[in-house]
């Protein structure tokens, strides 16, 4: 059972961890729940059905490892917890958030409204290095928000732009946005080192 003294109330809030693959988006969303256990805050963790590297969990690259609840679409998330009678207490875990619907920002909203203390962990950036659309309102309904960068494999710089490679060549524009991936597909890039064949030149 949660305490009810656990946090300051009244309560209800959204954090986002955002930044390129390999930026350590997971391990520091998962940094963060485990701190809960010292309180006894209970929480729970959703992905998206889309992520099929780990199945029913999220994993970190330095190894640590949580069950996580799929689902198909961000409204889910409210259903799973009316149909389970969870009450407001519960802190919500929210990891690679960029493959869920764009409702997810107006969902994190009302959960925070009803007191969730809502942590959504994600790519803000999509290969080409534009927004993704699902993130966009999360970021803007969000009390707080860590940009995390990697290291651009070219340079060493702060990177902030995931990279897709192609038999080892960037990615064309019109490459499909979503290609589930990991080191095989992906690598991280500063802003001057991160390429898109065929990209339409910003007017």
């Given at each position: ?6 946090f ?7 954090e986002v ?7 350590g ?14 309180a ?32 198909k ?19 919500i ?23 969730h ?87």
């Amino acid at each position: 059972m949660s305490k009810t003294n656990a946090f300051t109330t009244p309560k209800g809030w959204i954090e986002v961890i955002c930044g390129p693959m390999f930026s350590g988006k997971s391990e520091e969303l998962l940094r963060r729940l485990n701190r809960l256990k010292y309180a006894d805050v209970d929480f729970l963790i959703f992905k998206p059905k889309t992520d099929t590297r780990n199945n029913k969990t999220i994993k970190s690259r330095d190894g640590r490892e949580k069950s996580a609840i799929t689902l198909k679409t961000s409204g889910e998330i409210i259903k799973y917890l009316h149909v389970h009678k969870f009450n407001n207490s519960l802190v919500i875990g929210i990891d690679e958030a960029q493959f869920f619907d764009k409702k997810l920002g107006a969902i994190c909203e009302l959960l925070a409204s009803q007191g969730h203390i809502v942590y959504v962990a994600g790519l803000d950036l999509d290969f080409r290095g534009e927004p993704f659309e699902s993130m966009l309102s999360v970021l803007a309904y969000a009390e707080k928000i860590t940009k995390l960068t990697a290291i651009c494999t070219e340079c060493g710089a702060p990177a902030t732009r995931t990279q897709r490679l192609i038999n080892g060549e960037p990615a064309s524009y019109s490459s499909s946005l979503i290609n589930i991936g990991d080191t095989e597909k992906y690598t991280a890039r500063c802003r001057h080192h991160h390429f898109v064949k065929d990209k339409p030149p910003t007017k």
